[in-house]
T-cell receptor, first 111, second 112 residues
Framework: SQELEQSPQSLIVQEGKNLTINCTSSKTLYGLYWYKQKYGEGLIFLMMLQKGGEEKSHEKITAKLDEKKQQSSLHITASQPSHAGIYLCGADPSGTYKYIFGTGTRLKVLA | NAGVTQTPKFQVLKTGQSMTLQCAQDMNHEYMSWYRQDPGMGLRLIHYSVGAGITDQGEVPNGYNVSRSTTEDFPLRLLSAAPSQTSVYFC???????????FGSGTQLSVL
């Protein structure tokens, strides 16, 4: 079965610093989703990547999917306290509707 | 537009009790699903449905039952609660393939 591994598991950065979160799949991805979860709340959709080499940006967050479609990275530029939360990557293996998610990366941004 | 609504937000059960977690969406989404979130385990799929009258098992279906009699509602039933079912439960829906999942705000369940 396909699995998603995220790294690092947790991250503490000073406000203004850049950071990167990685999501690695054991098999080729057919679509990769990034979500953010504030502590004690639901998941908020950030971005979806489908094509190898694809890159999307929203405000200060950029997500990329590598050419082989087995690894994605989420990069935050000039982090702010509002970026704090849990970031999860998710995928639908082969379009089966049986979504899988990584274990998440806990981000804390110190003001 | 309410999106995905889950009730209750918090619930405490005794071992052996049964209960139903409610999930409703007002976006006319065909796909609905239930996940549980445990520390260090991420989100794991319990059951999902691709339309009214159609349900299927996910990764961790044991101890849970679902039905989909309408497009809007997808309740999750715990038949006989066990401490291992202590978790945060999320309901999610989406409109079609290659579309994002919309999540509810979650139900925190404790089984004593």
């Amino acid at each position: 079965s396909q699995e998603l591994e995220q790294s690092p598991q947790s991250l503490i950065v000073q406000e203004g610093k850049n950071l990167t979160i990685n999501c690695t799949s054991s098999k080729t991805l057919y679509g990769l989703y990034w979500y953010k979860q504030k502590y004690g709340e639901g998941l908020i959709f950030l971005m979806m990547l489908q094509k190898g080499g694809e890159e999307k940006s929203h405000e200060k967050i950029t997500a990329k999917l590598d050419e082989k479609k087995q690894q994605s990275s989420l990069h935050i530029t000039a982090s702010q306290p509002s970026h704090a939360g849990i970031y999860l990557c998710g995928a639908d293996p082969s379009g089966t509707y049986k979504y899988i998610f990584g274990t998440g990366t806990r981000l804390k941004v110190l003001a | 537009n309410a999106g995905v609504t889950q009730t209750p937000k918090f619930q405490v059960l005794k071992t052996g009790q049964s209960m139903t977690l409610q999930c409703a969406q007002d976006m006319n989404h065909e796909y609905m699903s239930w996940y549980r979130q445990d520390p260090g385990m991420g989100l794991r799929l319990i059951h999902y449905s691709v339309g009214a009258g159609i349900t299927d098992q996910g990764e961790v279906p044991n101890g849970y039952n679902v039905s989909r009699s309408t497009t809007e509602d997808f309740p999750l039933r715990l038949l006989s609660a066990a401490p291992s079912q202590t978790s945060v439960y999320f309901c999610a829906s989406k409109s079609g393939t290659n579309e994002k999942l919309f999540f509810g705000s979650g139900t925190q369940l404790s089984v004593l």
